[in-house]
């Protein structure tokens, strides 16, 4: 069985890629491929994945109306998943007024991204309407 560490492992080893999957009202699942990165909880403190998305994206519309996600990372043959809860974040209203452009820089780096210019990358986020989608891991699951 997997734990925290092997989600850890995976989602450094490289960049953040993984498939996220959520349901759809009918049940079905939508699956995509996405940046992804390990990263404290801006609440809680707790050990959760973070993934940035815009703000009509159907993966947000299945959170919103779920409330939990999956993720699985790949390395070759070998793999980790994790299952759990899964918070929207779409306001400045974060603990330690960090804010949500600071937030999504954040996350963006938690999943191996780089930028020449923050401040356009900020510019970029708002004007995408780009919000964070934080999962906190309830199982953890992989062929590690």
Same mark, same amino acid.
């Given at each position: 069985?997997?734990? =925290? @560490?092997?989600?850890?492992?995976?989602? !450094?080893?490289?960049?953040? +890629?993984?498939?996220?999957?959520?349901?759809?009202?009918?049940?079905?699942? #939508?699956?995509? *491929?996405?940046?992804?990165? +390990?990263?404290? #909880? %801006?609440?809680?403190?707790?050990?959760?994945?973070? $993934?940035?998305?815009?703000?009509?994206?159907?993966? +947000?519309?299945?959170?919103?109306?779920?409330?939990? $996600?999956?993720?699985? =990372?790949?390395? &070759?043959?070998?793999?980790?998943?994790? @299952?759990? %809860?899964?918070?929207?974040?779409?306001?400045?209203? +974060?603990?330690?007024?960090?804010?949500?452009?600071?937030? $999504?820089?954040?996350?963006?780096?938690?999943?191996?991204?780089?930028?020449?210019?923050?401040?356009?990358?900020?510019?970029?986020? *708002?004007? @995408? &309407?780009?919000?964070?989608?934080?999962?906190? %891991? #309830?199982?953890? $699951? &992989?062929? !590690?």
């Amino acid at each position: 069985m997997a734990d =925290f @560490e092997d989600l850890h492992r995976f989602a !450094t080893d490289e960049t953040g +890629l993984c498939v996220v999957a959520t349901t759809r009202s009918d049940g079905s699942v #939508h699956a995509s *491929v996405v940046n992804a990165g +390990l990263i404290a #909880h %801006p609440r809680t403190g707790v050990d959760s994945i973070a $993934l940035v998305v815009r703000d009509d994206s159907a993966k +947000l519309r299945h959170v919103r109306r779920a409330g939990c $996600l999956s993720i699985t =990372f790949r390395r &070759g043959w070998r793999w980790v998943g994790c @299952e759990g %809860p899964a918070e929207v974040l779409d306001t400045d209203d +974060l603990v330690g007024g960090a804010g949500l452009a600071s937030f $999504l820089r954040d996350v963006f780096t938690a999943a191996g991204g780089t930028h020449d210019d923050w401040d356009t990358f900020d510019r970029v986020m *708002v004007d @995408e &309407g780009r919000v964070a989608i934080v999962v906190t %891991p #309830h199982r953890i $699951l &992989g062929a !590690t």
